[in-house]
Nanobody
Framework: QVHVVESGGGLVQAGGSLRLSCAAS?????????KAWYRQAPGKQRVLVAY???????TYADSVKGRFTISRDNAKNTVYLQMNSLQPEDTAVYYC??????????WGQGTQVTVSS
């Protein structure tokens, strides 16, 4: 059984910061790698926000470059998303994506981020 659990969302004023966490685990030694954050705003498609490899190489959507930082703690099998200078357009449900050794993706339940103007 695979668990991908996000936390850290909430309501913040424009210009504020939040830090999201995503912890991934698999039963029976099943290997699961948390790797990316996506977001989905109301009425819009889910889009990639940031991606990180096991070695720490990162990729960001243009809309968050310079404001968001993705990082990981391999010992805890956890990835983080530090979000600074938040804007109302960052309001969305943020999802963590993880994959197993076969490349199958797993998703968390999502965490709501709301930025007020």
């Amino acid at each position: 059984q695979v668990h991908v659990v996000e936390s850290g969302g909430g309501l913040v004023q424009a210009g504020g910061s939040l830090r999201l966490s995503c912890a991934a685990s698999g039963s029976g030694g099943f290997s699961i790698n948390p790797k990316a954050w996506y977001r989905q705003a109301p009425g819009k498609q889910r889009v990639l926000v940031a991606y990180i490899t096991r070695r720490g190489t990162t990729t960001y959507a243009d809309s968050v470059k310079g404001r968001f930082t993705i990082s990981r703690d391999n010992a805890k099998n956890t990835v983080y998303l530090q979000m600074n200078s938040l804007q109302p357009e960052d309001t969305a449900v943020y999802y963590c994506a993880a994959s197993d050794l076969s490349g199958i993706d797993y998703w968390g339940q999502g965490t709501q981020v709301t930025v007020s103007s």
